[in-house]
C-alpha cells in the first residue's frame, strides 16, 4: 500500500497533541516532515514524535518531501501564507481556526483550493461533537420549529493564556473572539444551517488584561496585551433571526468557562453542550433529550473526518467556504466594535 504522506507546519501543542497522533493512528498515512521556524524545536518535536525530517523553511520542505496532506498548525497571521503555499503544491490541507487574519484572506485560500482542485478544511472541532449532530438533526426534523434566537457564549473569568501570542493582536488578530468565539459562532451557524448574515452590531471591551497579570492559564504581560478581553454582538440573520454573540479572556463572571450554544424555537429549546432539548407544556419544563455528558472526543473526530475526506469518502468537514464566512463575521464584528457603528454584511 502506498502511504499518503503528510506533512505539518507548527511546532506547537495542538500540532503535538492532536495532529500527530491523529495521523499517526491511521495506516494509510505516514508523516514525513514537520516545519518550525525554530530550529532545536524542529529537531526536538521530530524526534519525539518519530518524525524522519524537520525543516525551518516550508519551500524547502516541499521541493524534498512532496507531501499529499499538510496541517497548518502556525500562530494565525501565517495561517494564509502556509495555506497558500500548500495549496500550490497541490496539498489537501487542515489549517487550525481562525482561518485566517483577514476575509480577503480566506477568500483567497477558498478560491485556491478549489482552482487547485484540493480539499481545505478549518479545524472547528466543536461542531464535530456528538452533541452537535443530534441537535442538528433535531433542528432539520422540524423538533425545534422557527428558531428565532440563539445565544453563543465563549467565556472565560481570567482565562487569558499565559504562553503563545494570545495577547498579541498583530500575530493572532485579536483575543476571544477570534481565539474562542470563532468555534461557538462555527458550531452555532452549523446547527442553523449556514443562514444569510444581514447586519452585526458589537462592542468590545479592555478593562481587566492591562490590570493584572496572572490568572488560571498562567501570566501575561499587561503592557504587553494588545487584544480585547470582551466582546459582545448582535448577528442579524436572514428572516429576522438573531444570534448573539459573548466572548472573553477575563470577565467577572461566576462560571470559570462557558462554551455553549443555546437555541430558541418556537416549539422548543435546546443547548449544545451537553446536547439538551426541552420544550414547556403548561408552564413545566420537559425534557425532550438529555445526555448527562458532552462528547470530549471531538479533535479526534474532526481529524478523522478531514482524513477520510483525503482518503475520498463523502464525510463533512469545515470546508472554505464556511470558513470564509466565519472570518467574514469575525471581521465584521470587530469593525462594528472599532466604529461604534453596524456592519451590514
Known amino acids: ?74 500562530p494565525n497571521k501565517f495561517h494564509y501564507e502556509n495555506v497558500m503555499r500548500a495549496l500550490e503544491f497541490g496539498c489537501d490541507v487542515l489549517c487550525e481556526k481562525p482561518p485566517a487574519i483577514s476575509a480577503a484572506d480566506a477568500k483567497s485560500m477558498q478560491i485556491a483550493a478549489e482552482k487547485n482542485n484540493c480539499i481545505l478544511a478549518y479545524n472547528f472541532h466543536h461542531r464535530f461533537a456528538d452533541d452537535v449532530r443530534m441537535v442538528r438533526e433535531s433542528v432539520e426534523n422540524g423538533v425545534l420549529g422557527d ?82 478581553d470582551s466582546l459582545f454582538g448582535f448577528i442579524e440573520l436572514e428572516g429576522g433571526r438573531l444570534l448573539q454573540i459573548e466572548t472573553s479572556f477575563a470577565l467577572n463572571i461566576k462560571e470559570t468557562s462557558v462554551m455553549n450554544v443555546e437555541f430558541s424555537g418556537d416549539q ?32 479526534h473526530k474532526s481529524l478523522s473526518a478531514f482524513i477520510d475526506k483525503c482518503l475520498g469518502k463523502d464525510v463533512m468537514i469545515a470546508d472554505g467556504n464556511q470558513g470564509y464566512i466565519i472570518q467574514q463575521l469575525i471581521e465584521a464584528l470587530y469593525q462594528s466594535a472599532e466604529k461604534g457603528e453596524s456592519v451590514s454584511l
Not at 169 to 189: F, T, V
Not at 268 to 296: C, H, K, M, W
Open 1 to 74: 500500500m502506498v502511504k499518503k504522506k503528510v506533512a505539518i507546519i507548527g511546532g506547537g501543542q495542538v500540532a503535538e497533541k492532536v495532529h500527530v497522533p491523529n495521523y499517526q493512528a491511521r495506516e494509510e498515512l505516514e508523516i514525513v516532515a514537520v516545519v518550525s521556524p525554530n530550529s532545536e524545536r524542529a529537531r526536538g518535536f521530530a524526534e519525539r514524535n518519530g518524525i524522519p525530517h524537520f525543516y525551518t523553511d516550508a519551500a524547502e520542505m516541499f521541493a524534498m518531501e512532496k507531501p499529499d496532506i499538510v496541517s497548518v498548525c502556525t
Open 268 to 299: 422548543a429549546g435546546a443547548n449544545l453542550f451537553p446536547a439538551q432539548i426541552y420544550t414547556d407544556e403548561n408552564g413545566e419544563l420537559v425534557s425532550l433529550l438529555s445526555r448527562e455528558e458532552a462528547d470530549s472526543d471531538r479533535h
Open 147 to 228: 428558531i428565532y434566537v440563539s445565544k453563543a457564549k465563549a467565556l472565560r473569568r481570567c482565562g487569558i493564556p499565559g504562553w503563545g501570542n494570545f495577547t498579541d493582536k498583530e500575530i493572532q488578530g485579536g483575543g476571544p473572539l477570534i481565539d474562542l468565539g470563532a468555534h461557538m459562532l462555527d458550531a452555532a451557524l452549523y446547527v442553523l444551517g449556514f443562514p444569510k448574515i444581514e447586519k452585526v452590531t458589537a462592542k468590545m471591551y479592555q478593562k481587566i488584561g492591562t490590570k493584572k497579570s496572572q490568572g488560571s492559564l498562567g501570566e501575561w504581560d499587561p503592557a504587553k496585551f494588545k487584544v480585547e
